[in-house]
């Protein structure tokens, strides 16, 4: 699969929540109407969350999480991306935030 972001994200989100350490995932954000992402992709929902409101998508042939999308119908005004899966030098310069996701109510 393939994504291509129109450039470079302002920021990268670091979370220490359960999902993303154990995942290993960054998080930058695009609107769906910004991306395009060609491939194919399975999904899934987390069943730990009382209200669940996205999906996050895999490779179909590798299975790493590449970005998380609403569960709601497109067009999304947010998504989140896998910085860990675009190369290092064209997230050079982006700002890296710590996010406490472990203190989030699940």
């Given at each position: 699969?393939?994504?291509?972001?129109?450039?470079?994200?302002?920021?990268?989100?670091?979370?220490n929540?359960?999902?993303?350490?154990?995942?290993?995932?960054?998080?930058?954000?695009?609107?769906?109407?910004?991306?395009?992402?060609?491939?194919?992709?399975?999904?899934?929902?987390?069943?730990?969350?009382?209200?669940?409101s996205?999906?996050?998508?895999?490779?179909?042939?590798?299975?790493?999480?590449?970005?998380?999308?609403?569960?709601?119908?497109?067009?999304?005004?947010?998504?989140?991306?896998?910085?860990?899966?675009?190369?290092?030098?064209?997230?050079?310069?982006a700002?890296?935030?710590?996010?406490?996701?472990?203190?989030?109510?699940?």
């Amino acid at each position: 699969m393939t994504i291509t972001v129109p450039r470079r994200p302002d920021y990268i989100n670091a979370c220490n929540c359960s999902a993303c350490t154990k995942l290993g995932w960054r998080c930058f954000y695009f609107g769906s109407e910004e991306v395009a992402i060609a491939g194919r992709v399975d999904s899934y929902v987390r069943a730990d969350i009382v209200e669940p409101s996205l999906e996050v998508m895999r490779c179909a042939m590798c299975g790493c999480p590449a970005y998380w999308q609403p569960l709601s119908d497109p067009p999304h005004e947010r998504m989140g991306f896998n910085a860990n899966l675009f190369d290092a030098a064209f997230l050079d310069g982006a700002e890296v935030r710590p996010v406490d996701g472990r203190s989030w109510p699940l």
